[in-house]
């Protein structure tokens, strides 16, 4: 069974940066195709960035810019840097995993359904 335990969420204002963490405590995350989903309310879940098990980054469009996900093997820790926040990226944010495999690198990013292990969500909310 693979955990993964979401943290960093918090209140920010707009302009400011945040950092939110995904560990993976008993996992080998070089294992897995790892990625960053949020939920805004009253939104469906989207993607927002997506790194394979050999740290291949891939980010959704309207991720590229301000968002930066990373993998800290000695932590066992996946990352989520956010930059310049805006409002807009008040949602919840869920660390997802699944074993590593070339679906990991489809165009636009793997699907939320691709993925079989997810965490609890850490809560984000930007002010103006």
């Known amino acids: 069974q693979v955990q993964l335990v979401e943290s960093g969420g918090g209140s920010v204002q707009a302009g400011g940066s945040l950092r939110l963490s995904c560990a993976a405590p008993?996992?080998?995350?070089?294992?897995?195709?790892m990625g960053w989903f949020r939920q805004a309310p009253g939104k469906e879940r989207e993607g927002v960035a997506f790194?394979?098990?050999?740290?291949?980054?891939d980010y959704v469009d309207s991720a590229k810019g301000r968002f930066s996900i990373s993998k800290d093997y000695t932590k066992n820790t996946l990352y989520l840097d956010i930059i310049q926040v805006k409002p807009e990226d008040t949602a919840m944010y869920f660390c997802?995993?699944?074993?590593?495999?070339?679906?990991?690198?489809?165009?636009?990013?793997?699907?939320?359904?691709?993925?079989?292990?997810w965490g609890q969500g850490t809560q984000v909310t930007v002010s103006s």
């Open positions: 008993g996992s080998r995350i070089s294992n897995f195709c």
């Open positions: 790194i394979s098990g050999d740290d291949h980054a």
């Open positions: 997802a995993a699944d074993f590593d495999g070339s679906w990991c690198q489809t165009t636009g990013g793997p699907a939320a359904d691709d993925f079989g292990y």
